[in-house]
């Protein structure tokens, strides 16, 4: 009985392409980092990952380079993780890493890590190489000044990502304030 619980454990919270967690997995674990950082005051971060130009690679090469790459990146994920990290896909090609007891500059260093290993990798797909890079945005629970709810963590973090995106992809982009997003 144990097993079978397990296994419906797994395909009820994780991802079946990625064997990362899923949406619904992830975001909860969000909520639950947010109350135990809150309560207990402590700090935590978030990343929020997405594959650059992963349009064109479906578009050009077909969705199974598409399905490739985004195994390659869970993969990359997961080698870079300590035990207590947690990783999920988010959607299509966008991924949610929480990092509990991790301020903004550990979490940066763990992006730029994954960052410049998927820019150093590639797949083989049919014969064809193929590469791309990956953009990130960081946000961090301040439990000096925390924000309101879980949700608001995540949007600071997607705003450093679209950031990121914005201005030139293959970049790793830190959420200072609603006024200030760094520049890396």
Known sequence: ?????SKLFTIAATDSLTSLYNRRYVLNEL????????????IFSLLVLDIDN????????????????????SFTIN???REQDIAGRIG????????PETDADGAYSLAERIRT?????????NGITIKTTISTGISHFNPKKPPGKSETLFQWADQALYHAKNSGKNRVVKYMSENQIQKQ
Not at 1 to 5: A, K, S, T
Not at 31 to 42: D, F, G, L, M, S
Not at 117 to 125: P, V
């Open 117 to 125: 290993e998927i820019e150093g990798s590639k797949i083989i797909h």
């Open 54 to 73: 992963f349009k064109q690679i479906n578009d050009t090469y077909g969705h199974s380079a598409g399905d490739d790459f985004l195994k390659k990146v």
């Open 92 to 99: 299509g090609e966008e991924f949610l890493i929480l990092l």
């Open 79 to 81: 080698s870079t993780l």
């Open 31 to 42: 909520e639950n980092q947010y109350k135990i950082a809150k309560r207990n005051k402590r």
């Open 1 to 5: 009985e144990e097993e079978y619980r």
